[in-house]
Nanobody, 123 residues
Framework: VQLQASGGGLVQSGGSLRLSCAAS????????IGWFRQAPGKVLERVSC????????SYLDSVKGRFTVSRDNAKNTAYLEMNSLKPEDTAVYYC?????????????????WGQGTQVTVSS
């Protein structure tokens, strides 16, 4: 059972990145996927989530209109497209899976976690 996040990197302010979250070892389309981030010295926060079928999404207010979450259940992969990046978006980004599809902002309600991928936005 595994989630593998990738796609992070260093980008200038205003730039774009696309994060991927590849799943293995479980039935991906049963699980909602959440994207979380943690900046140095700050708490973990949920950036976005997408329902198991991909028909419902939600976003942190500060990323609305800039980030887009999606998934391809045939490829067992979820994505976070990040545009118009700002220095305050700098953080380690994680993907997580929730079998109960709760749309939760609470990290410990997610059952499976991937390792983080670093996103650094320079000003």
């Amino acid at each position: 059972v595994q989630l593998q996040a990738s796609g992070g990197g260093l980008v200038q302010s205003g730039g774009s990145l696309r994060l991927s979250c590849a799943a293995s070892g479980f039935t991906f389309d049963y699980f909602e996927i959440g994207w979380f981030r943690q900046a140095p010295g700050k708490v973990l926060e949920r950036v976005s989530c997408i329902s198991n079928k991909g028909d419902s999404t939600s976003y942190l207010d500060s990323v609305k209109g800039r980030f887009t979450v999606s998934r391809d259940n045939a490829k067992n992969t979820a994505y976070l497209e990040m545009n118009s990046l700002k220095p305050e978006d700098t953080a380690v980004y994680y993907c997580a899976a929730d079998r109960k599809n709760r749309g939760s902002y609470v990290a410990n309600e997610y059952d499976i976690w991937g390792q983080g991928t670093q996103v650094t936005v320079s000003s």
